[in-house]
């Protein structure tokens, strides 16, 4: 059993900042990666920003430079920081871990997903 759980979706006015949380939770798991994806109106899911439990970390294109991915391993938590917010990252956004179990090895679990509302 592994549960991600986000916090911190909303509303925000272009140019302005938000941050994104996520949890993992359970029992007799590693985690070997998290990261963010995001998916807006129409389009794909695609990818936001990951980050190894090394603290490898790499940011997509469309988000260098604006938005920020770290984590603390020993609360199995990611963050995500928004800045500079365009209309364009408008999107669902869902946590991502790469998760090692008893059972398995480097399974992806997915969170919910929070709404992340950019107005112009």
């Known amino acids: 059993q592994v549960q991600l759980v986000e916090s911190g979706g909303g509303l925000v006015q272009a140019g302005g900042s938000l941050g994104l949380s996520c949890a993992a939770s359970?029992?007799?798991?590693?985690?070997?990666?998290m990261g963010w994806y995001r998916q807006g109106a129409g389009k794909q899911r695609e990818l936001v920003a990951r980050?190894?439990?090394?603290?490898?970390?790499n940011h997509a294109d469309p988000v260098k430079g604006r938005f920020t991915i770290s984590r603390d391993n020993a609360k199995n938590t990611v963050y995500l920081q928004m800045n500079s917010l365009k209309p364009e990252d408008t999107a669902v956004y869902y946590c991502?871990?790469?998760?090692?179990?008893?059972?398995?090895?480097?399974?992806?679990?997915w969170g919910k997903g929070t709404l992340v509302t950019v107005s112009s």
């Open positions: 359970g029992s007799a798991f590693s985690i070997n990666a």
């Open positions: 980050i190894t439990s090394g603290g490898t970390t």
């Open positions: 991502n871990a790469e998760v090692t179990t008893k059972d398995s090895y480097g399974m992806h679990y």
